[in-house]
């Protein structure tokens, strides 16, 4: 199965595992991220993928147990959503310190309460300071080409660390698209036999999780950052290898006609492809605007962020995801501090969107650059299509 | 293959294997703990060719103090609740690399070992997962101290009726704990698992032999390891052992086997030693009147006879 | 700069990836010091029957094979008195530790 075809983002991940050649997969159902690992189940039971499907009892458990088996030398893969990936939070944490290169896919969904099944990103930004890299998927062949991309870059001797990426639940999960299918040679040759850094071993025992005292978890979590940040090198390497067999260019950040634009609008995720398309239609009114969209999350991407923003007189970023008590979302968090000490001095304005499901319009994103274009000193982030 | 079946090595006291230890001195246990001398000779009928999966307690705790460790076999931990789900992906990941020819060609067991608190309270979810799923090389290691000692002997659902902890202490409106121990081999072995036993340190062989037997038979295994505390027991270091024999021929603690659910008891105990006897030596039931030690005995002999009569009922043939 | 207040057991730069131990450095922690009694041995008395090697929770007893007894590594013995309550010939006496 290669070549052009049309099938379900959720299909293409599973397939993307499977020519990943997974050895373990551990699982819990949850809506949105169902789809992706009935199919790992299926493939596994017709054998099409040599692999141990393990039908774990909770999402603690799928973390768990994929801990366990990248720990004994096991290319392994997990999928979860919303409340699954808040209960395995606890390990979530533990992964990164192990240093153990686990591939999870979040099909990002609203976190209760009030319960919803809708997508934003209150569910993946509790991974934000755990260590993992992360990453957002704009559109389905973006998420069979990054789960790819994932397994080569946790794997990554220089990296061994965990690495997630968001599929926004529904809008892309749930999407058939077209998407080119690599072929297993190919597959192969970008992404090479797992071969560990640090594995339980009969042969070469070691002992792992040891317990840190005060004189030594200060420089154990230091070591922890290093690693994070310095991952960012062996992404750029992994993409651009990625193009040179695929022929397709992927980026830490990028941009969609910001170079001269006075506004810059960020974003991450599918609600890229209709801000691309709301500033299409924004430059033939003769505004000049542009988009700034971030694939990788973390590590932050500081230098081609600072880069991309430049030239920018407003920077409107959205957010997906509320810090309750605090003024800014995330994103918009992260941008102010970056931008602060940067020399660079734009207005910069902060704008929830697509809460729980709701429906992120081209309109909304015209309703943003005209905000963004006129509020000054804005203290606390706006709501965008919320009824008052 | 019938787990009674299972081909393994039987340990005595001539072929005992005195070799390195693989629990190496200097670990960081309390004087005459029982719980590490559980361990010690759990790993001992192992040896080294195996990967052992702690939860977060006493003896995860008292062994890895970076960057020394313990254990001279691969060995894990990751928290508290999850011995048995880590181990489930230990399991799954060795047999896979095996099948896919990047693995060694032999059977590993994988050996997750964790605390009564770790077991019946807080891990119970992911052991019942573990033992449901049928994993191939699995074996979990209950090392049951009764109360939650690495963090200052708090009651657990393991701690025996009217013993005194820091959570169920006595007072004027209070004896102690008030709801009996839960049985967890009980439990284990209404997962339908091939292999489920208790075990005493005080019978070094009987519980080095079950280790062997659970890490033989094809599917998991339960063993539930009695670990005398003399620091949260509130009893002198060196009557470790020799509470733990009592435990045994007073009943309280019987030594049997589940194979294929079929009941074996190892130790009977027909006439079995005043439960008084075990009970003197520890301080956590000091305030027990003759009275209490009559009724936790109507009690503790009628969980005997039950087991009596499963072994009757249901003999190993 | 002022000494910190915690002395690091290692830097950032030395420490193994993923936190790890190997077995050489298990027994880098001397036990021995915690103790207050130490188990001595009449070996006029001793039958070798080994329960003071089965029962030791530290596992510090070494088998002295040809001359039939068992030799207490006092680098780790802790000094709980197991050995000498459980010897059936009550060949072990706990003696106190001269400080």
Redesign the interface.
Known sequence: MAGRLAMDVSVAVAEAVRLANADVIAAYPITPQTRIVERLAELVANGQLDADYIPVESEHSAMSSSIGAAAAGARTFTATSSQGLALMNEMVYVAP????PIVMVVANRAISAPIALGNDHSDIMSVRDSGWLSFFAENGQEALDLTLAAFRIAEDPEV?LPVCLSLDGFILTHITEPVLMPDQTEVDRFLPPFKP??QLDIKD????G?W?P???Y???R??MA?ALFSAKKTVVKAFDEFNRIFGRRYRPVETYRQEDAETVIISMGSISETAMTAVDEMRDLGHKVGLVRLRLWRPFPEEELLAALAGAKNVAVVDRHLILGCGSGPVGLEVKSLVCNSGLRPNITNFFLGLGGRDVTRANFKYIRERAAGVRNQLRAEFVGVYE | MRAFEAPFERVT?RN?P?GP?V???????C????E??AL??VLKALGTEFIAVSATGCMEVCT?????????MPWIHVAFENAAAVASGVEAATRVLKRKGRGHDQRIPVVALAGDGGTADIGLQALSGALERFHENFVYVCLDNEAYMNTGFQRSSATPFRASTTTSPVGACSKGQHTWKKNMPAIAAAHGIPYVATAS?AF?LDLMNKIRRAAAVEGPAYVHVFSPC?TGWLM???????SARLAVSSRIFPLYEVLDGSYRINRPAPNPTPLADYFRAQGRYRHLTEDDVAFIARRVNSDYERLVDLAERRPVS | MTKPA????????D?????????K???????GD?RSVRPVLDRARCNYC?FC????????FQ?MGEEKYYQA?L??C?????C???CPKKAIA?IQEEV
């Open positions: 310190g192990l240093r153990v061994s850094s640090v025992p070691i002992s792992m040891l840190a005060p004189d030594v200060a420089e154990a230091k070591a290093l | 006291n005992f005195k230890e629990l190496a001195p200097g670990h960081g246990a004087q005459g703990c029982g590490a001398l010690r000779l890895s103090r970076f960057p020394n460790t313990s254990w001279q340190p070094h003399p002198k270091p060196e009557l470790a052992v020799e | 915690v002395e690091a057991i290692a830097k950032v730069g420490l193994p990836l993923g936190f790890i131990g190997r077995p450095r298990s027994r880098a922690a001397k036990t915690w080994g090697y089965f029962y030791c929770p530290d596992g510090v088998d590594d680098d780790y802790k000094g709980c008195g197991i000498a309550h459980e706990m």
